[in-house]
């Protein structure tokens, strides 16, 4: 037989579209051709196959060798497709059956001596080969990271040798089916956070309610402490949210390390970054940082020292939870529900209001500084505060208050409540939604109307407080919003102005 058809997967966005590899040994001058809209990686499969091939005592077939990617109008990347092309030459040449082909997807990069390397993608992979009900065959390190679909049937292979002996019915390839066993480093804990107890409030309101919020304050007041140790204070990751995040990380160049399986992502970029690292693009559309961030926290410090055009595109995923990459030729959509923790300084040279009194900023100094921040996004933020210096000699004596383990439990009850009312966090809460779940009483819709008035919020920003003070009531176990919750509600929004 001098045709051999194989099935891989190629990666766009978030899906991972089948792809058909077709192999034919023709007579004619010895050559090898790869068709179907390949990359650079792909074409350079030809010098892959055809080493490891030898290095692994295969024959080479010197005829015309023709290797069709279908569809032919789907771009083809990496070096996936080295493992499916090996196997299609040595089955049209007859040197392995193909009558068991059909049954299997194949991915793996070839090293020249025939091992297997990893690659990346592999969970979106296997979800679109289990939608298929077809055995995946990858390389042994990305088997634990395959097995985390639900129902997979994933073969892990150390070798080109292993996965022909397999074929050939000899030596059966491990069937991987056994979800690994999460063994990441606990979480900071808030106990290390002296004094604070207003932001740590806030933070476990954030941490129940899935919302963004902003820290104000000098340099050394604790605001990348507090905000590192978010996570630690989270509920712990559903199966459905775990699979989510490992799917888009897999994604990713560094791919997924299933020793953090349900860890909730932590990503801090520099401010120097840029708005496709932030967002995701690229020739080959890949997810950015808010994107890697699912299901966890982004940490944006020193905020507006990042470009005004990278803030900026913070605004669309805020508000719809999904980022959409355009490009000429490709696009691409990737979630990104992420909750924003932001910190910045109150001025320039960052000690307005310090106890020190070291500030010499003037106030058109100060009001140019923080006008870096645009107020579209900053009215986008559930949570806005101040974080003061805490002096010197005030830090042995300041309480370290409760520990994340408590804070953690508090939070879930709120959020078990969220959940059971309606289904989801109350930052992801629609408009119609706010007016049927967070209603408050008569007092605090009093209250509400003159804050309004006062402070000249906006839509977005009365929303938003209604939001939070339904994650304080949960956080309370209390069915109905009240004037505190209100009022409590209206000190966090610290940067409204009329």
Known sequence: MSLAVLYSRALAGMDAPLVTVEVHLANGLPSFTIVGLPEVEVKEAKDRVRAALQNARFEFPARHITVNLAPADLPKESGRFDLPIALGILAASGQIPSDRLGAYEFAGELALTGELRAIRGTLAMMRGANRDARAFVVPQQNAPEAALVDGAQVYAARTLLDVC???????????????????????????????????????????????????????????????????????????????????????????????????????????????????????????????????????????????????EVLREPLESGRISVSRAARQAEFPAQFQLVAAMNPCLCGFLGHYSGRCRCTPDQVLRYRSRISGPLLDRIDI?????????????????????????????????????????????????????????????????????????????????????????????????????????AIQYRRFDRA
């Open 165 to 311: 002996a397999h074929l050939c019915g000899r030596d059966q390839l491990a069937l991987c089916h056994d979800r690994p066993t999460p063994q990441h480093e606990p979480y900071p804990d808030l106990t290390d956070v002296r004094g604070q107890a207003h932001a740590k409030r806030a933070l476990e309101i954030a941490a129940a309610g899935g919302h963004s919020l902003i820290m104000v304050g000098p340099p050394g007041s604790g605001k990348t402490m507090l905000a590192s140790r978010l996570p630690g204070i989270l509920p712990p990751m559903t199966q459905d949210e775990a699979l989510a995040s490992a799917a888009i990380q897999s994604l990713g160049s560094s791919g997924f390390d299933v020793r953090n399986w349900c860890r909730r992502p932590y990503r801090a970029p520099h401010h120097t970054a840029s708005a496709v690292a932030l967002v995701g693009g690229g020739s080959n559309p890949r997810p950015g940082e808010i994107s890697m961030a699912m299901h966890g926290v982004l940490f944006l410090d020193e905020l507006p020292e990042f470009g005004r055009n990278v803030l």
């Open 384 to 488: 806005q505060i101040e974080v003061p210096a805490v002096p010197t000699e005030d830090l042995s004596r300041a309480r370290s208050g409760d520990s994340s383990g408590m804070i953690r439990e508090r939070v879930k009850q709120a959020r078990a409540r969220m959940i059971a009312r309606q289904g989801k966090e109350n930052a992801r809460l629609a408009t119609r939604e706010i007016d049927n779940d967070c209603a408050p009483d008569e007092k605090g819709a009093t209250l509400l109307k003159q804050a309004i008035s006062r402070l000249g919020l906006s839509a977005r920003g009365y929303h938003r407080i209604l939001k939070v003070a339904r994650t304080i009531a949960d956080l309370a176990g209390v069915a109905r919003v009240s004037e505190a919750h209100v009022a409590e």
